[in-house]
């Protein structure tokens, strides 16, 4: 009886006897799956399921997409803030921090957050010309208060005499707590605080420096305190 030949994907061949039982069949018809085109086969299965979830998350409604920034859009108030004399009208989540919003949406980031509990000083700004730890206060409720910060008190090519104080006195070493406590220093100068250094340090006592620099930095507020 003659047999016909047939070429498999891979250098298997198979030979295919004329019609028998069923049975026979599917055990020819095995015979003719190669080892790559089962692999190829089991691939695009596994592609198909794979690319399932993606297709049904790219079906998706653009309302549904956005809906989380509609969301989040809807829980925020309008504010005008004064910053270093500049008005800026803003849309804030009312739990913004006055500390989080000079540094994220004002890009004022002068002020540092150092420990974010009130308890370091470095946050430090002025509100209508007193201190205040910019972390414990929120920003909604400053609309109509004159905030200052590190920023409006001195630039690099026209400082304050307290920053230049602080230079000429190495108050300072890391620079993280420095703004805090310049901000404070500034303050200090409009307080009733006494003359000597003891009364400085007291004053000033809200501001840590882990570097150590106090008695540069009393040196500092003290120089500025006699010559004004």
Do not use: W
Not at 72 to 90: D, E, F, I, M, R
Not at 103 to 122: F, I, S
Not at 157 to 185: E, R, V, W
Request: proline share 7%.
């Amino acid at each position: 009886m003659a047999k016909e030949t047939v070429a498999l994907d891979d250098t298997e061949e198979a030979t295919a006897a004329d019609p028998a039982s069923p049975k026979q069949q599917a055990s020819s018809l095995l015979g003719r799956v190669s080892r790559r085109s089962f692999l190829s086969h089991l691939g695009a299965a596994g592609i198909a399921a794979t690319t399932a979830p993606v297709l049904a998350s790219a079906t998706l409604t653009p309302s549904a997409i956005q809906e989380p920034a509609t969301e989040a859009s809807a829980g925020t108030v309008p504010l005008t803030l004064n910053v270093n004399g500049q008005p800026h009208k803003l849309n804030l989540d009312p739990r913004t921090t006055l500390l989080d919003c000079l540094r994220e949406n004002l890009n004022l980031p002068g002020t540092k957050k150092g420990c974010d509990h009130g308890q370091c000083g470095a946050c430090t700004v002025h509100v209508n010309g007193r201190r205040v730890n910019s972390c414990l206060s929120f920003a909604v409720m400053h609309p109509n208060d004159q905030i200052t910060t590190i920023e409006g008190i001195g630039q690099p090519d026209h400082l304050h005499p307290m920053q230049a104080a602080f230079i000429q006195h190495d108050g300072y070493q890391c620079g993280y707590c420095t703004s805090g406590q310049i901000m404070s220093a500034v303050a200090v100068l409009k307080e009733p605080v006494g003359p000597t250094d003891d009364d400085v340090k007291h004053a000033m006592y809200g501001n840590i420096c882990r570097c150590g620099a106090y008695p540069n930095i009393v040196a500092a507020v003290q120089q500025v305190r006699h010559q004004s």
